[in-house]
């Protein structure tokens, strides 16, 4: 397999992020196609709760409320 070559510049300080990401068997450029490659579709969840009784929608919908809370008053008292 031949293997063309680019080089890049790029600063100290995105050299140093893709380093953190950088895991010990893989190289940079293999770094590069991890974090750039496509993410599945978000449509492949639609529908997904369609299944779902109203008794437990409505209590999904209140944890989610509870959650939310918690994540303010914890935000508030930073």
Do not use: C, H, N, W
């Not at 050299?15 to 190289?27: A, G, T, V």
Request: glycine share 2%; aromatic share 6%; hydrophobic share 35%.
């Amino acid at each position: 397999m031949f293997m063309v070559t680019k080089t890049l510049t790029i600063t100290k300080d995105a050299y140093e992020r893709l380093k953190m990401l950088k895991r010990p068997d893989e190289s940079f450029s293999k770094v590069i196609k991890r974090i750039t490659e496509d993410k599945q579709d978000i449509m492949r969840f639609a529908g997904i709760l369609s299944d779902l009784s109203e008794k437990d929608f409505e209590e999904m919908k209140q944890s989610i409320r509870e959650l939310r809370k918690r994540g303010v008053s914890r935000l508030r008292d930073l």
